[in-house]
């Protein structure tokens, strides 16, 4: 006979499919104790019933701190996630300034090259027509002398 397996928990009912590993642990651990509560109360409620009030107030009292205990520790947890969101909306802030000074910056470096290609253009553009008059120059003083030298 092969053995048994044991059922997989189920989580209570209301509870997110989709919650975060860490989540997830802590809201097991939290169920774990809260039917260690349950049973708890059932062990007060078989006492008050079968023994009257016999130790009555000193259960009451240990399922009291265990309450307390566990409201304690869903406030610091709702209190820790609530920090880590302001840091994650934090640090994805940084993160989108820097990608638009980033952005900025690209788009000057963009324009500086554009400025620089003109100037070279515009530079060998002058070099061109500098060149060009000196030539007709060179070739007006060649005439001049031939024709003085013919003369």
Request: positive net charge; hydrophobic residues 40%; aromatic residues 4%.
């Amino acid at each position: 006979m092969p053995p048994k397996k044991k059922p997989i928990k189920q989580l209570p009912e209301g509870h997110p499919a989709n919650m975060l590993p860490e989540c997830a642990n802590t809201f097991g651990i939290l169920t774990t104790r809260l039917e260690n509560v349950v049973l708890i109360q059932d062990r007060i409620s078989k006492k008050v019933w079968g023994n009257g009030f016999t130790g009555m107030d000193n259960l009451i009292s240990d399922n009291q701190r265990q309450i307390a205990t566990l409201t304690g520790l869903v406030a610091n947890l709702i209190a820790s996630k609530e920090e880590d969101i302001k840091l994650l909306k934090s640090e994805k802030s940084a993160r989108e300034e820097e990608l638009v000074l980033t952005t900025n910056r690209r788009d000057e470096l963009e324009a500086e090259r554009k400025k620089d290609i003109r100037k070279w253009w515009l530079g060998v553009a002058t070099a061109i027509i500098l060149g060009a008059i000196a030539i007709v120059k060179d070739y007006s003083t060649q005439a001049a002398l031939l024709k003085l030298a013919g003369n």
